[in-house]
């Protein structure tokens, strides 16, 4: 958990570093193409402005996953280097405050949530499984066509 606590800003800025391990995040992922097993690296700078927090720095973690055109694992970085959130301290949408502290973990994890890829692809121009050759019957080293194997049904149109 990352909690800021308010009586230690004052009139500056405090910079916090560190990170957040994945049973922290919370992330819940329930895809088998995606696995968040690393921590979660953050370098933030949190101010008081009138009547909210400015908390602004990068987040960066790395996700484990599996393509979804070719089936390999593969490694892929997540990062949001320029990560902004404004938590206002009063009115109908304040941020909860505990102890005079200010949890940004739920704000951290609904930004990391939202640049998980949907589709992980180990490249931009994975052409996924290479097809097996299969052998029409009668013809040796041809590759099997589906099409093919079509056109030769006799279909009634009645």
């Known amino acids: 958990m990352l909690s800021i606590n308010l009586r230690h800003l004052g009139d500056h800025e405090i910079r916090v570093q560190g990170e957040l391990s994945p049973a922290e995040m919370d992330l819940g992922l329930n895809d088998e193409m995606i696995r968040a097993e690393q921590p979660v690296y953050y370098d933030l700078t949190v101010e008081k402005m009138q009547d909210s927090l400015l908390v602004k720095g990068p987040l960066a973690t790395v996700l484990d996953c599996q ?36 949890d ?16 992980p692809l180990c490249k931009p121009d994975c052409i996924g499984l290479k ?10 080293g041809s590759t099997f066509s589906a099409w093919a194997e079509l056109d030769k049904l006799k279909l009634k149109t009645d």
């Open 67 to 102: 393509c979804v055109r070719c089936l390999k694992p593969f490694k892929q970085k997540l990062e949001l280097p320029d990560w902004t959130v404004l938590l206002p301290l009063t009115g109908e949408d304040k941020v909860a405050v505990d102890n005079d502290c200010v």
């Open 104 to 119: 940004l973990t739920p704000y951290i994890r609904e930004d990391i949530l939202l640049q998980i890829p949907r589709h």
């Open 131 to 140: 097809p097996k050759a299969r052998k029409n019957a009668g013809q040796s």
